[in-house]
């Protein structure tokens, strides 16, 4: 059964047009993160939840923004996409210290 | 902060060999240490990991060794299969927060 679930598995947009992304969790793990995984790349975490406290990467561009309005969900919003953002999503959680992270499955965003 | 290095980029194994994947890291403080196995369209999943008070743990035909002395640590997969193909990443969770991965190691078994 999966565990981190996210929708849709593929979203297409256009430049520049604003995009959801969504990742819900059946595991009560209150982290989760938001991971970007180019082709061939390991995965390069954006930001992550630690309960309600948003912690942001540095180098995580201002385009990129995220909401978590309970412990379940968690939606990352890209508000203006570029081509260059085109790239599977991953979203993970864990509980909190040295544990596992657990994946979904990603969302393949493709930009027109 | 924390860098890890992963090698080798590709390996090519007959099915029933072993295969062998080498993470080198940087941090003396990180404390844990998952490797995950990411197939074609999905997410990565977490197939052994181990924590820094630990030398050596197995499953099954996964194990994974750990030098801290030396800041590294190893994946072996015996008996391999053709499912066995996939891209393997190693990480290591450094004094803050954060996983840092490896670059990878795309496994390919020959049946």
């Known amino acids: 059964d999966a565990m981190v679930i996210q929708n849709p598995r593929y979203q297409v947009t256009q430049f520049g047009k604003p995009v959801t992304l969504s990742c819900s969790q059946t595991l009560n793990h209150n982290v989760m993160y938001w991971y970007q995984q180019k082709s061939s790349q390991a995965p390069k975490l954006l930001f992550h939840?630690?309960?309600?406290?948003?912690?942001n990467e540095a180098d995580t561009p201002d385009n990129f923004q995220s909401r978590r309005p309970n412990t379940s969900f968690c939606f990352l919003d890209i508000r203006s996409p570029g081509l260059g953002d085109a790239a599977m999503y991953l979203c993970?959680?864990?509980?909190?210290?040295?544990?596992?992270?657990?994946f979904g499955d990603g969302t393949r965003l493709s930009i027109l | 902060g924390e860098n890890v290095e992963q090698h080798p980029s590709t390996l090519s194994v007959q099915e029933g060999d072993s295969a062998v994947i080498k993470c080198t890291y940087s941090?003396?403080?990180?404390?844990?240490f998952p490797w995950y196995k990411q197939e074609l369209g999905k997410g990565p999943q977490l197939i052994i990991d181990?924590?820094?008070?630990?030398g050596e743990k197995k499953d099954q035909r996964i194990a994974v060794t750990l030098n801290k002395t030396a800041k590294h640590f190893s994946l072996h997969i015996t008996e391999t299969q053709p499912e066995d193909s996939a891209v393997y990443f190693c990480a290591a969770r450094d004094s803050s927060y954060k996983l840092i991965f490896g670059s990878g190691t795309r496994l390919l078994v020959r049946p």
């Open positions: 181990i924590r820094s008070n630990v």
């Open positions: 993970a959680t864990s509980r909190e210290g040295p544990q596992p992270q657990h």
């Open positions: 939840y630690y309960d309600k406290d948003f912690n």
């Open positions: 941090d003396s403080a990180s404390n844990y």
